[in-house]
T-cell receptor
Framework: GAGVSQSPSNKVTEKGKDVELRCDPISGHTALYWYRQSLGQGLEFLIYFQGNSAPDKSGLPSDRFSAERTGGSVSTLTIQRTQQEDSAVYLC?????????????FGDGTRLSIL | GDSVTQMEGPVTLSEEAFLTINCTYTATGYPSLFWYVQYPGEGLQLLLKATKADDKGSNKGFEATYRKETTSFHLEKGSVQVSDSAVYFCALSDRGSNYQLIWGAGTKLIIKP
Protein backbone atom coordinates (compact mmCIF):
# COMPACT_ATOMS: atom_id res chain seq x y z
CA GLY A 1 0.00 0.00 0.00
CA ALA A 2 0.90 3.64 -0.19
CA GLY A 3 1.05 4.32 3.52
CA VAL A 4 2.29 2.84 6.78
CA SER A 5 0.19 -0.17 7.72
CA GLN A 6 -0.29 -1.37 11.27
CA SER A 7 -2.01 -4.47 12.57
CA PRO A 8 -4.12 -5.27 14.39
CA SER A 9 -6.04 -2.02 14.55
CA ASN A 10 -7.48 -3.01 17.91
CA LYS A 11 -6.31 -5.54 20.47
CA VAL A 12 -7.98 -6.45 23.73
CA THR A 13 -6.16 -8.86 25.99
CA GLU A 14 -5.97 -9.96 29.58
CA LYS A 15 -3.34 -8.74 31.97
CA GLY A 16 -0.28 -10.97 31.92
CA LYS A 17 -0.62 -12.07 28.29
CA ASP A 18 1.98 -11.29 25.62
CA VAL A 19 1.04 -9.19 22.59
CA GLU A 20 2.72 -8.59 19.27
CA LEU A 21 2.08 -5.48 17.19
CA ARG A 22 3.07 -5.23 13.56
CA CYS A 23 4.18 -2.31 11.40
CA ASP A 24 4.67 -2.38 7.65
CA PRO A 25 6.43 0.85 6.61
CA ILE A 26 6.26 2.68 3.32
CA SER A 27 8.31 0.84 0.73
CA GLY A 28 11.84 2.21 0.54
CA HIS A 29 11.73 3.95 3.92
CA THR A 30 14.82 2.96 5.88
CA ALA A 31 13.96 4.66 9.18
CA LEU A 32 11.18 3.32 11.38
CA TYR A 33 9.93 4.69 14.70
CA TRP A 34 7.54 3.41 17.36
CA TYR A 35 5.63 5.83 19.59
CA ARG A 36 2.95 5.40 22.21
CA GLN A 37 -0.03 7.71 22.71
CA SER A 38 -1.79 7.49 26.04
CA LEU A 39 -4.17 9.75 27.91
CA GLY A 40 -1.88 10.51 30.77
CA GLN A 41 1.43 10.69 28.95
CA GLY A 42 0.67 12.15 25.54
CA LEU A 43 2.95 11.00 22.72
CA GLU A 44 6.12 9.17 23.77
CA PHE A 45 9.01 7.84 21.72
CA LEU A 46 9.71 4.14 22.21
CA ILE A 47 12.35 2.92 19.75
CA TYR A 48 13.94 3.75 16.45
CA PHE A 49 15.33 1.54 13.65
CA GLN A 50 17.70 2.44 10.87
CA GLY A 51 17.55 -0.56 8.58
CA ASN A 52 17.43 -3.58 10.88
CA SER A 53 19.46 -1.94 13.64
CA ALA A 54 17.99 -0.21 16.67
CA PRO A 55 20.55 2.39 17.72
CA ASP A 56 18.11 4.10 20.07
CA LYS A 57 16.05 2.02 22.48
CA SER A 58 15.99 4.70 25.11
CA GLY A 59 12.23 5.09 25.16
CA LEU A 60 11.28 1.50 25.91
CA PRO A 61 9.53 1.75 29.29
CA SER A 62 10.66 -1.60 30.69
CA ASP A 63 12.36 -4.88 29.78
CA ARG A 64 8.91 -6.31 28.99
CA PHE A 65 9.05 -4.31 25.77
CA SER A 66 11.12 -5.41 22.78
CA ALA A 67 11.11 -4.78 19.07
CA GLU A 68 12.73 -6.14 15.99
CA ARG A 69 12.85 -5.35 12.31
CA THR A 70 13.67 -7.82 9.59
CA GLY A 71 14.67 -7.30 5.99
CA GLY A 72 14.74 -3.57 6.54
CA SER A 73 10.97 -3.61 6.31
CA VAL A 74 8.38 -5.04 8.71
CA SER A 75 8.80 -4.37 12.40
CA THR A 76 7.16 -6.04 15.38
CA LEU A 77 6.79 -4.59 18.85
CA THR A 78 6.32 -7.22 21.53
CA ILE A 79 5.03 -6.58 25.03
CA GLN A 80 5.41 -9.47 27.46
CA ARG A 81 3.33 -9.97 30.59
CA THR A 82 1.12 -7.01 29.77
CA GLN A 83 0.01 -4.64 32.52
CA GLN A 84 -2.94 -2.28 32.60
CA GLU A 85 -0.65 0.73 32.25
CA ASP A 86 0.36 -0.63 28.83
CA SER A 87 -3.06 0.33 27.50
CA ALA A 88 -2.49 2.96 24.81
CA VAL A 89 -2.42 3.54 21.08
CA TYR A 90 0.86 2.31 19.62
CA LEU A 91 1.93 4.28 16.57
CA CYS A 92 4.48 3.42 13.95
CA UNK A 93 6.09 5.93 11.61
CA UNK A 94 8.57 5.63 8.78
CA UNK A 95 10.74 8.06 6.90
CA UNK A 96 12.91 7.89 3.82
CA UNK A 97 16.01 8.23 5.94
CA UNK A 98 17.39 10.19 8.78
CA UNK A 99 17.63 13.91 8.74
CA UNK A 100 15.60 16.98 9.42
CA UNK A 101 14.28 17.04 5.87
CA UNK A 102 12.75 13.58 6.18
CA UNK A 103 9.26 13.87 7.66
CA UNK A 104 7.80 10.87 9.41
CA UNK A 105 4.65 9.29 8.04
CA PHE A 106 2.36 7.59 10.52
CA GLY A 107 0.15 4.55 10.46
CA ASP A 108 -3.30 4.57 12.04
CA GLY A 109 -2.01 2.84 15.14
CA THR A 110 -2.94 -0.19 17.20
CA ARG A 111 -5.29 0.51 20.10
CA LEU A 112 -4.25 -1.83 22.89
CA SER A 113 -6.56 -2.42 25.83
CA ILE A 114 -5.44 -4.51 28.79
CA LEU A 115 -8.27 -5.87 30.92
CA GLY B 1 16.83 17.77 26.99
CA ASP B 2 14.74 19.03 24.11
CA SER B 3 11.10 19.87 24.79
CA VAL B 4 8.01 21.38 23.21
CA THR B 5 5.32 23.39 24.95
CA GLN B 6 2.04 24.23 23.31
CA MET B 7 -1.06 25.99 24.54
CA GLU B 8 -3.57 23.85 26.31
CA GLY B 9 -6.99 23.32 24.89
CA PRO B 10 -9.62 22.92 24.05
CA VAL B 11 -9.73 25.97 21.86
CA THR B 12 -13.27 26.77 20.69
CA LEU B 13 -13.85 29.18 17.82
CA SER B 14 -16.63 30.12 15.48
CA GLU B 15 -16.36 29.40 11.79
CA GLU B 16 -14.30 32.00 9.86
CA ALA B 17 -12.49 33.13 13.01
CA PHE B 18 -8.72 33.67 13.09
CA LEU B 19 -6.74 30.87 14.70
CA THR B 20 -3.48 30.94 16.61
CA ILE B 21 -2.10 27.95 18.49
CA ASN B 22 1.08 28.81 20.33
CA CYS B 23 4.11 26.53 20.35
CA THR B 24 7.52 27.14 21.89
CA TYR B 25 10.50 24.83 22.10
CA THR B 26 13.84 24.27 23.77
CA ALA B 27 16.59 22.50 21.91
CA THR B 28 20.35 22.27 22.13
CA GLY B 29 20.92 21.90 18.40
CA TYR B 30 19.18 23.14 15.27
CA PRO B 31 15.91 21.28 15.15
CA SER B 32 13.29 20.95 12.48
CA LEU B 33 9.80 21.90 13.58
CA PHE B 34 6.53 20.28 12.63
CA TRP B 35 2.80 20.56 13.06
CA TYR B 36 0.86 17.32 12.90
CA VAL B 37 -2.93 17.05 12.90
CA GLN B 38 -5.14 14.22 14.12
CA TYR B 39 -8.73 14.37 12.85
CA PRO B 40 -11.37 12.45 14.83
CA GLY B 41 -10.95 8.73 14.32
CA GLU B 42 -7.91 9.14 12.09
CA GLY B 43 -4.15 8.84 12.38
CA LEU B 44 -1.54 11.56 12.65
CA GLN B 45 -0.90 13.53 9.49
CA LEU B 46 1.90 15.95 8.80
CA LEU B 47 0.37 19.38 8.34
CA LEU B 48 3.47 21.49 7.74
CA LYS B 49 7.14 21.76 8.59
CA ALA B 50 10.08 24.14 8.69
CA THR B 51 13.70 23.06 8.80
CA LYS B 52 15.57 26.27 9.56
CA ALA B 53 15.16 29.68 11.11
CA ASP B 54 12.81 32.09 9.31
CA ASP B 55 11.36 29.29 7.16
CA LYS B 56 7.60 29.39 6.81
CA GLY B 57 5.68 26.15 6.48
CA SER B 58 2.22 26.27 4.94
CA ASN B 59 -0.52 23.85 3.95
CA LYS B 60 -4.33 23.91 3.68
CA GLY B 61 -4.41 27.59 4.65
CA PHE B 62 -2.35 27.00 7.80
CA GLU B 63 0.99 28.72 8.31
CA ALA B 64 3.78 28.64 10.87
CA THR B 65 7.08 30.51 10.90
CA TYR B 66 10.24 29.17 12.57
CA ARG B 67 11.34 31.97 14.92
CA LYS B 68 14.71 31.19 16.44
CA GLU B 69 14.88 34.42 18.42
CA THR B 70 11.69 33.56 20.31
CA THR B 71 12.05 29.76 19.95
CA SER B 72 8.52 29.62 18.63
CA PHE B 73 6.53 27.98 15.84
CA HIS B 74 2.99 29.27 16.25
CA LEU B 75 0.28 27.84 14.01
CA GLU B 76 -2.08 30.31 12.33
CA LYS B 77 -5.02 30.25 9.97
CA GLY B 78 -6.95 33.24 8.78
CA SER B 79 -10.42 31.71 8.55
CA VAL B 80 -11.16 28.36 10.15
CA GLN B 81 -13.79 25.91 9.02
CA VAL B 82 -15.75 23.26 10.89
CA SER B 83 -13.66 20.64 9.08
CA ASP B 84 -10.55 21.98 10.85
CA SER B 85 -11.80 20.54 14.14
CA ALA B 86 -9.04 18.20 15.25
CA VAL B 87 -6.13 17.82 17.68
CA TYR B 88 -2.99 19.68 16.63
CA PHE B 89 0.47 18.61 17.78
CA CYS B 90 3.63 20.67 17.62
CA ALA B 91 6.84 18.63 17.44
CA LEU B 92 10.56 18.92 16.83
CA SER B 93 13.27 16.60 15.65
CA ASP B 94 16.96 16.98 16.15
CA ARG B 95 20.11 15.14 15.15
CA GLY B 96 21.13 14.81 18.79
CA SER B 97 18.09 12.66 19.53
CA ASN B 98 18.29 10.54 16.36
CA TYR B 99 15.49 12.56 14.80
CA GLN B 100 12.85 11.06 17.04
CA LEU B 101 9.89 13.40 17.26
CA ILE B 102 9.55 15.24 20.55
CA TRP B 103 5.97 16.25 21.03
CA GLY B 104 3.89 18.93 22.62
CA ALA B 105 0.84 17.83 24.56
CA GLY B 106 -1.58 18.56 21.73
CA THR B 107 -4.29 21.20 21.41
CA LYS B 108 -7.86 20.22 20.68
CA LEU B 109 -9.54 22.66 18.31
CA ILE B 110 -13.33 22.84 18.13
CA ILE B 111 -14.93 24.95 15.41
CA LYS B 112 -18.61 25.77 15.79
CA PRO B 113 -20.77 26.62 12.76
Amino acid sequence: GAGVSQSPSNKVTEKGKDVELRCDPISGHTALYWYRQSLGQGLEFLIYFQGNSAPDKSGLPSDRFSAERTGGSVSTLTIQRTQQEDSAVYLCASSRGQGNNQPQHFGDGTRLSIL
Amino acid sequence: GDSVTQMEGPVTLSEEAFLTINCTYTATGYPSLFWYVQYPGEGLQLLLKATKADDKGSNKGFEATYRKETTSFHLEKGSVQVSDSAVYFCALSDRGSNYQLIWGAGTKLIIKP
